[in-house]
């Protein structure tokens, strides 16, 4: 059974295969009447495509964004929007040498098991061009979040051992944009670059963690229970390609406090808003929103694909060796962030939409 | 819009408030002529249920099950299981004092927010007593689980800043439930009972890490894109009151390797099962399981009620002093484990059922 | 995989077999601050409950409904309302002749072709008992559609071959319950209840026809292509016991007619409402309500236990007789119009909800 | 809150206006290793087809279909399978007279209602365009079906007062395409024909019945309650544009009968397999199949776009006349039954998928 929707109401789904004629998606559940900008699609679609510096792979993809359906006169008709993007600078012939093939913590094998048949050109369906879908349906969430006042910021906190130890509240987050490393500290920014062009050198990868922010959300988003906001935000993290941990708020450090100092007093601000003074929860309550920012950490491994040989088997069983050859990052970070800025929308909009149901 | 029910097949719905007048659950979609073992459901309530050990809130509840339809003669009958378990020991006047004041990091704030109105008798449907409910039927999953040769163990691998710090593989797994804290290590566990009764002492909670293992796996269970089974894990393990933080395999550790040395070498063993020499990708590769064990481990919060004043307002806007007189636990993760037990549970029996449509 | 829920978002699941433990059901999505009456609830299972007349079976339920949650001061609070009704009448020894026997026209074969196991006490899951969790769950239904001034009617419009052929403007639609057989014509209502009594002298069952009327409507109500009002309707109505047929507005007989017949002519009326002349289109057009009043009719097939010996198999294949001894009705209209008040009332209060998305 | 989506497992999406760029759909949930051939679904698409003759409208749409996704080698790779069909000769200026007008029992008027904003070149996404996606869908679905023996036929059995009047069993199937109506009987076929053609003359339109069959179902497809075949076929056979009614089995004439006459005696045939006598159940018992064919009837009205001028009004409530000047069907049945097949084909192979969950 397909995992390959996302939403309750606020709906995407994504197709497509890497080396396929096209990856596309249908979101359904767009509010009639909401304004679609298309060139702020592309705009994060640009920001996600490879190519774009020294740091990610050299793919070129031209990854123009075209609108099927669901809008008319440059609004949203409260039918499904389609979108396609028709995949231009596809190598297969990059990829025949795992055809057969199980390339090391990729998701060959595991495709092979479930399926007995798999797109191996690219990593087919498992591979991160699969995201580009994601963003273009972010895009227009974030022009349903603009409505509400809601921003989502998400950035790259640390590159393999060496992070961003800055609080919070120091950051500047308009300058995420102005490095290739997307970190909003320029210092932090440029030690990063170096490490991983140096790990690029050495035919390695290297992990490394995203922050999240996200500020204006109402009070009460969010649903008791098995959709708490940090849940569905935690399965949309944890769907992205490479991440391997999630958390929110105070997170694991958390883990070591006392009550009394985790616990997040309450107050009533000088414009009668109810407040807290330290936000270990996050933003976050019994599931649901309490007025304060939201924030998290994503951990993502270092890329499987390296430039080196590594043992593994072949769908006969056999000992095979295989070494990466096709156009690929040093780290994923610096390309995630627009895709966990993506998801972090894409939840934002399913919640505030499933909000007005909420009372009678 | 709800979020009272979890799985796409094997689908659990939860209903009940810690104070009203039961609690319980409908699991639809248990497949036909599974043998149901009524004891062995109470006996997972019965890990769960407090005033077990001093460790825990000394509220008393029977916690007993019964079985309202969905079994005849034994065993599943393919048609909904209702479970419910009637509150007993409910004091809901240890919670007037509460009535229209929000104690500090619990949900009171944002129910209220959300829906203009709520139970506020212990928290109500904020309240953990609801996850009585997902042991029961986790114990459901755990018999159908065992068919398949598949099981689910969780531990508490730290307590506040003491930690379990040897090895997984050197873990006696068998010994979990040997001491109240649920850590397999004895001496661990005899040194964080006595942290735990501590922090009680000063009327503070202190938080920790629940650490789990799912083994038996088949290759090829999850599904791509939204709902990795990491992805739908991870939302199991963050729906759990006060869990804050979720990763699987190498985590967030993992984030500090190169690919070179995070990359889990295939090789075939003796009886010619595909395996990986190492296992940072937790099981679990491409969102699907590799056949090997999947690890993941939890962060728990501290105890938001502690017996101290603390500065709130109340539903009015006004200044208030909370201060915490129900029972509680100073500590969460030894009860949370038998919840994680479940919930991974849960999260498996869907995927097994999902996978019975992977193939034409 | 399983189908006992109904709706998106007022969404019900129901659980219980006819002569297990309890049946009984939960809603999941009422809104928050809903005044929920349990009287009302009750009469409406007293409308449905067997034993009230001589036209239906004379097995004695007292059908009393008991609320588990999701009430709070006589208030919905947004979270699962859970309901159950204990059965307390429940003649197992009547069914144990047909415990390996497949009685004609009934579920009994097609479920243990289904599932291998069935609970064939009174049909157990496949029973019209099942339906009064239905008739518990509509009745919440109809208080959210009170709020919006929304009312539904059904009503016994022809039993065999017997029909009442008066427009639909000259009915009195507050005399329903002024007769056993739920005709709101009480000359017709008599002919009926003397034709059902006949046909239950010989020992057999007859079928009929139930009408509906939604009235007070919106417009804009229902969902495009797959969700049309009227489909998700006839689901509703189709998946009711003994069902055979759905049609609304002109239905069947409009295939006879010509478009310039049947098109429904604008105009505003007094009050600046758009208004149709004639009502051919049941109130919907495309799928969604016009702001005219719905109409619809149900076919009923006759009851399949009749008190005389039938040809059919048992488990083992062999040739065998059945004969029915179970307390039936010889007509099963008059009781299921509470039922089509129930499904009709659940449609509305869902796409109500539903509605609230549909605008940015 | 969107219904754009069909089935639980082998999941359609459509997307898509009348004259915006393209249509198509995505399909998910088609197991993997299913060979597709392509050729058959543009012979799906052929059929539906807009000018195939005289009968139907002369709007000239290639119906090129392009596959996007999801197939690899000719087969199914489990991912989804998206198909797009681009509009061609999409005539928009033809509707620029009723861009504020309401056509009388078009979905123009609630539209407009329910989202404030409306694609009305050809009535959008209300418009009969769509269901190129489905009849795409579906002929993917049939190859499914092949599989296991199944074969969904459906035909015109009548066109306005005129009906073909033998009995099922002396049909012969294989003529259906053998006339432009689409009815097995070339002497009634003629008639229609005839009577279609000089309804067409009077500028006006004629309503119709489609009549279907499904053929080599295993028993126990379906699911009790809510989903019960004949319910989710009843919706899906609804859900196409202009059908005004359903029935199965002995349908609305069954509501006469006597359970004496109506009850389908069981017996064992001379293959030891179980089946009924006769077959008032049409294939369905308790909402599971019953292993014998499954029929229906669909009751279609007359298109609603005449020659004609008609009484209106226009967005501002103002008195209006519309007239029809759009390339128009004079009966929609023919065309309807690639349709109708379809969304029998679609709701089968959802049913296949869901039955390997029944037993444990």
Known sequence: MSGNSFGKIFKLTTF???????????????????????????????????????????????????????????????????????????????????????????????YQEKYGIRDYRGGGRSSARETAARVAAGAIAKQFLKQSGIQVFSWVSAVGTMSLDKPLESLDLTRIESNPVRCPDPETAAAMENYILQTKKQGDTIGGRVSGLITGLPSGLGAPVFDKLHAILGQAMLSINACKGFEYGSGFAGTKMKGSDH????????????????????????????????????????????????ESVDESGNTATVSGKGRHDPCVVPRAVPIVDAMAALVIADFLLRKRMDQA
């Open 263 to 310: 616990n997040d007093a309450f107050y009533k601000d000088e414009n009668d808003q109810v407040k807290t003074r330290s936000n270990f929860s996050g933003g976050i309550q019994g599931g649901l929103s309490n007025g304060m920012d939201v924030n998290f950490n994503l951990a993502f491994k270092p890329v499987a694909t390296i430039v080196q040989d590594q």
């Open 16 to 110: 497509g295969e890497s080396h396929g004629k096209a990856i596309g998606c249908i979101i359904d559940g767009v509010p009639a009447g909401l304004a679609i900008n298309i060139d702020d699609i592309q705009l994060e679609l640009d920001r996600r495509r490879p190519g774009q510096s020294k740091l990610v792979t050299q793919r070129k993809e031209g990854d123009k964004v075209e609108l099927l359906s669901g809008i008319f006169d440059g609004k949203s008709t409260g039918t499904p929007i389609s979108m396609v993007i028709y995949n231009q600078d596809a190598k297969s012939k990059d990829y025949s040498h795992i055809a057969d093939k199980f390339r090391p913590s990729h998701a060959d094998f595991t």
